[in-house]
């Protein structure tokens, strides 16, 4: 089944915790895609990938990083979160920008 | 000015009516347009594709006014399931390979 997976779902943490949140796709999908999701603020991209080795940032960057260093994976890391990054966050993958965008089920992020 | 801006209603209609939603955009070089849905916080899901000829898929329609800088999105005939949010995608903004979703629009089909 073609999809997009997200771990984990659901996390609470402390500020200055780092964490991972992961995302894999398996649909040898080329571009993959950071979004966060706020009230009153829509979908933001933070981070995208064009493919493995090639990053760039998207609209909201600040205090995240990202990785692609196979394929399927584009993990997110939170080196020092703080509460404003509490969140609902996705991930998704697609063939290029300009082709529709298959997401992750979502992960929920409270920063206490 | 918003790269991409709807109006988050809500749009409240009965069941059976027509509505329309409005997407505008600022960026002229924008190349590839879309409509998602997205129920109460899951992940959103595509609806349609927005081509410069319009497209209709059952009872939606989509069109893109390039002239105008907007896109649109009709339902016809509407049904209790497609209360949800509907969100608008903007993508290659600029020649930058970013994407952007507008806000949202909230339509509550009411019986």
């Known amino acids: 089944e073609a999809q997009v997976t997200q771990n984990p779902r659901y996390l609470i943490t402390v500020t200055g915790k780092k964490l991972t949140v992961t995302c894999s796709q398996n649909?040898?999908?080329?571009?993959m895609s950071w979004y966060r999701q706020d009230p009153g603020l829509g979908l933001r991209q933070i981070y995208y990938?064009?493919?493995?080795?090639?990053?760039d940032k998207g609209d909201v960057p600040e205090g995240y990083k990202v990785s692609r260093k196979e394929k399927r994976n584009f993990p997110l890391i939170l080196e020092s979160p703080s509460p404003n990054q509490t969140s609902l966050y996705f991930c998704?993958?697609?063939?290029?920008?300009?082709?529709?965008?298959?997401f992750g089920p979502g992960t929920r992020l409270t920063v206490t | 000015r918003k790269e991409v801006e709807q109006d988050p209603g809500p749009f409240n209609v009965p069941e059976g009516a027509t509505v329309a939603f409005n997407c505008t955009y600022s960026?002229?070089?924008?190349?590839?347009f879309f409509w998602y849905r997205q129920d109460c916080r899951k992940e959103p899901k595509l609806l349609m594709s927005?081509?410069?000829s319009g497209n209709e898929d059952g009872r939606f329609t989509a069109q893109l006014n390039r002239a105008s800088q907007y896109i649109s999105l009709l339902i016809r005939d509407s049904k209790l399931s497609d209360s949800a949010t509907y969100l608008c995608?903007?993508?290659?903004?600029?020649?930058?390979?970013?994407?952007?979703f507008g806000i949202g629009t909230k339509l509550q089909v009411i019986p």
């Open positions: 998704a993958s697609s063939l290029g920008a300009g082709f529709e965008q298959y």
């Open positions: 649909m040898n999908h080329e571009y």
């Open positions: 990938s064009m493919n493995v080795e090639v990053t």
């Open positions: 960026n002229s070089a924008s190349q590839s």
């Open positions: 927005v081509y410069s």
């Open positions: 995608v903007v993508n290659n903004r600029g020649g930058y390979q970013k994407v952007t």
